[in-house]
């Protein structure tokens, strides 16, 4: 029997495409699992004091670093789709790639932060200003990691200018990603 | 689309219904570029060491940034309205969270009760805070406290 390919992958019953549609939904979820991480951190900020004394050890310059590096990612995210649209696969997945660079530096930087942080004393059990820090900074990083592994599946797709839809897809994803980031940086790095 | 401000988004209406898509590279750098300038305002805000304008610049900025990605990266306002209101919907339900206990995690005693632990620990962290701190051991940062 040949193989067919399942129709929830090009359907439209909502006048959403299926796959496009499934990524808002993931975004929904998205948005109930980090809205709760970081409005308990908001909420326990404000109703302890002596935290201040803790978010003064976060690096501003590497936190601001960090957010340039997902912003410009994004603009490669939102290049790829662009490129798809055009049916340049190649562009898109070329796009894709420097997304993946940008996620892969974001990355690597957070490692050398935290390991600072870590040899500095500042763990997640030394207090629970750190415990949130880990916590929402960590969750933030593993959306970053799952998104690029994705991503470069999908880019080697593109380049055989196959499945150019998805670029859109991951792309939405990753505009989530970096807009959780755009509240992480001023709660964890700003507010002193 | 020749509204540069706002390109159209992929997957939608333009390929759906075979029109031909036109280039938005230029909008979205141009984009890309006025997000990093609120990266830099949002950064230099706190050395003015007034609280309501670091407030206005990390806070009010980032609103700004999450608003102009999701209008003109993911095109939000662009996909069928109730892909908005699932939005809004998830975005209220953080917020009834957030009301609902809020109260109870902000405040350590209430007219019948007493967070006894909650209590000790800032007292605790008061106490034990460094008559000096800064980032990673550093000069001060910013010379504001929230």
């Known amino acids: 029997m040949a193989a067919h390919r399942p129709i929830a992958t090009t359907r439209s019953a909502t006048g959403i495409p299926t796959g496009r549609l499934a990524v808002w939904w993931v975004i929904a979820s998205e948005i109930v699992i980090f809205g709760g991480v970081l409005g308990s951190y908001l909420m326990h900020r404000l109703g302890h004091p002596e935290w201040e004394h803790q978010s003064v050890h976060t690096n501003t310059w590497i936190g601001a670093f960090n957010t340039l590096v997902l912003l410009t990612s994004s603009l490669f995210a939102v290049l790829a789709h662009n490129a798809a649209e055009l049916k340049n696969g190649k562009k898109a997945a070329n796009f894709l790639m420097l997304t993946c660079l940008g996620a892969l530096t974001f990355m690597v930087v957070k490692g050398f932060e935290w390991t600072h942080e870590i040899q500095s004393g500042f763990t997640m059990q030394s207090n629970m200003f750190w415990s949130f820090y880990y916590t929402a900074a960590g969750l933030h990083g593993l959306h970053v990691l799952a998104g690029a592994i994705i991503m470069l599946f999908i880019a080697a797709d593109a380049r055989k200018n196959q499945e150019l ?3 859109e897809a991951i792309g939405i994803y990753w505009h989530f990603v970096d807009i959780v980031w755009v509240f992480l940086f001023p709660l964890l790095y700003i507010a002193k | 689309m020749s509204d540069t401000s706002h390109p159209a988004p992929a997957g939608t209406a333009a390929v759906a219904e075979g029109h031909a898509h036109v280039d938005h590279t230029q909008a979205y750098v141009k984009i890309w570029a006025t997000l990093v300038v609120l ?12 609280r309501w304008v670091t407030l206005i610049t990390a806070f009010g900025i ?18 069928r309205k109730w892909i908005l209101y699932l939005v809004a919907t998830m975005l209220a339900l953080m917020a009834v969270m957030v009301g609902g206990v809020s109260p109870d995690v902000m405040q350590h005693h209430g007219r019948n009760w007493t967070n006894v632990a909650a209590q000790e620990v800032v007292e605790k962290g008061l106490k034990e805070a460094p008559a000096e701190h800064g980032e990673h051991g550093a000069a001060p940062a910013h010379g504001e406290k929230p």
């Open chain 2, 62 to 79: 980032a609103v700004v940034k999450a608003y102009m990605v999701a209008k003109h990266f993911m095109h939000i306002d662009l996909e």
């Open chain 2, 39 to 50: 990266l830099i305002i949002s950064v230099a805000g706190p050395f003015l060491g007034i």
């Open chain 1, 165 to 167: 839809q998805r670029v």
